[in-house]
């Protein structure tokens, strides 16, 4: 009987993964349940930290005394932001719906930077305009002109850096709204770029609680109750999938394979690929994933961007651009890693003050191998406008048609982890695989022992019937 237990553990814990499943199990999202909690309240918070591309030769280069625009990167602007989930409901179908709610607190001790100094930055809400109008009629391209000069709206706007960013009022804004169709209208009455990041989101998320199959844990499975979008080219590239980040199916990270994340933003589902094993916190493993240097290169470079694309190869973004204006309410704004990092050479022609650099702009997650998810990481990506230049409004040169302007760049790092957590994560690695250890060898020995012992009272009792 013991050996039958001995052998039974043995083939367990070495052939088996029931162990790596058990632990794993405590991961699954069930209400009321420490695991929901951590993901509905996470226990760790992120540090956003913002950097403005100001622009210091307006004067000089519309004068053409300067042949390129010269930008001077300001920041950090350090802010605290808590992410948590409202609204949620645990279904019937082992999946849990939710908004996400965000809310970001300026930090003076960790700035250097006020945030009540003025920035020369892209006009955002005109050049919106003049996309929009661009292919219209004569009245309506004139239309947008009388605006422009009553609103005395140029290409280049000095801003306070916390109206820029959490939202100022614009004449424009409100002069649109009467000139375009209700479809195309901006749905907000102040503009901000990041003014959707101070707030709880209209949209409402449903993933899977990983109850099941464990395959599936915090996998997006709809947006707004649809599994898939409209926007892109192909069926694979509109449907739904990937987390939000915060969690990944613990299984894949034991093969190493790609990740996807479901960036709103872009509308699209991210990947990140196996880099290298590091060490964090004195000693505790992860593994790094980064974003791949091609994500965002031409379909001619990486034939699997041709989905976002809309027209012929000619008309696609230039390598290290993502179009991304269809999540934007229409404006021509493009996603790049900072500082075009990965972009094609032509981006900086205009440009003077742009410095890519891989340790300071790449996009990496380190990630628990066991528990999946990330204890470390920067997310980190670039805000740019491209230039519309419509037949009857006054010409913007020496700008022109197709330009892209670098605007700022967003970093999102993990902030402080308490000695609680640090704990929780050591035990995680260090204990649990101690356990793991002990049992392997432990059921072998005693295995063997058992099996030694069946062996020798076979050959007594052999020996015995012998005599």
């Not at 003076?108 to 892209?122: F, I």
């Not at 069926?235 to 739904?240: A, S, W, Y």
């Not at 994560?425 to 063997?448: D, E, K, M, P």
Request: charged share 20%.
């Amino acid at each position: 009987m013991g050996f039958v237990i001995s052998a039974t553990g043995f083939f367990i814990m070495w052939f088996t993964e029931l162990y790596n499943d058990t632990l794993i199990s405590r991961l699954v999202l069930r209400e009321n349940t420490l695991a929901a909690d951590w993901w509905a309240n996470p226990p760790l918070h992120s540090y956003l930290n913002v950097y403005i591309f100001n622009y210091t030769n307006i004067d000089r280069f519309n004068d053409g005394t300067d042949e390129k625009l010269i930008v001077e990167e300001i920041g950090p602007y350090v802010y605290y932001e808590k992410v948590t989930k409202e609204d949620i409901v645990f279904n019937d179908n082992n999946t849990i719906s939710y908004r996400e709610k965000r809310v970001n607190y300026y930090l003076p001790e960790k700035n250097t930077w006020s945030d009540l100094a003025n920035v020369t930055v892209p006009n955002i809400p005109m050049l919106t305009a003049m996309k929009k109008v661009k292919d219209r009629g004569f009245f309506i391209q004139v239309g947008l002109e009388a605006a422009l000069t009553a609103t005395r709206s140029t290409v280049f706007k000095q801003l306070p850096v916390n109206e820029f960013l959490w939202g100022y009022e614009d004449g424009l804004i409100s002069v649109s709204k009467s000139m375009l169709p209700p479809e195309e209208r901006p749905p907000f009455e102040k503009f901000g770029l990041l003014i959707n990041r101070n707030a709880t989101s209209p949209d409402n998320f449903t993933i899977h609680t990983g109850e099941g199959d464990i395959r599936q844990l915090a996998k997006l499975l709809s947006l707004n109750g649809e599994d898939s979008i409209d926007f892109w080219t192909s069926d694979e590239c509109n449907l739904m999938g990937g987390t939000d980040g915060s969690q990944f199916p613990p299984h894949l990270l034991q093969k190493k394979d790609k990740l996807e994340l479901y960036i709103k933003d872009m509308c699209r589902k991210f990947p990140l690929e196996y880099q290298k094993d590091v060490t964090l916190f004195d000693g505790i493993p992860a593994w790094r994933y980064k974003a791949p240097d091609d994500v965002f290169a031409h379909p001619r470079v990486n034939p699997d961007n041709q989905c976002y694309c809309h027209g012929s190869d000619d008309e696609c973004p230039r390598s290290g651009l993502f179009n991304s204006s269809i999540c934007a309410y229409g404006a021509p704004i493009y996603l790049s890693f900072p500082h075009f990092f990965t972009g094609d050479e032509s981006l900086y022609e205009k440009i003077e003050g742009l410095h890519p650099d891989p340790e300071k702009h790449v996009t990496f997650a380190d990630i628990h191998p066991r528990l999946a998810f990330p204890i470390n990481g920067a997310s980190r990506f670039q805000i740019n406008v491209e230039v519309f230049q419509p037949g009857l409004v006054s010409s913007l040169h020496p700008l022109r048609e197709g330009d892209i302007l670098p605007v700022l760049w967003l970093e999102v790092v993990p902030g402080e982890f308490s000695d609680e957590l640090i704990s929780l994560i050591f035990h995680s690695s260090f204990s649990a695989n101690a356990v793991q250890i002990g049992l392997r060898y432990g059921t072998l020995l005693l295995t063997a022992t058992f099996l030694a012992l069946l062996i020798g009272v076979c050959w007594h009792r052999g020996k015995n019937s012998k005599q």
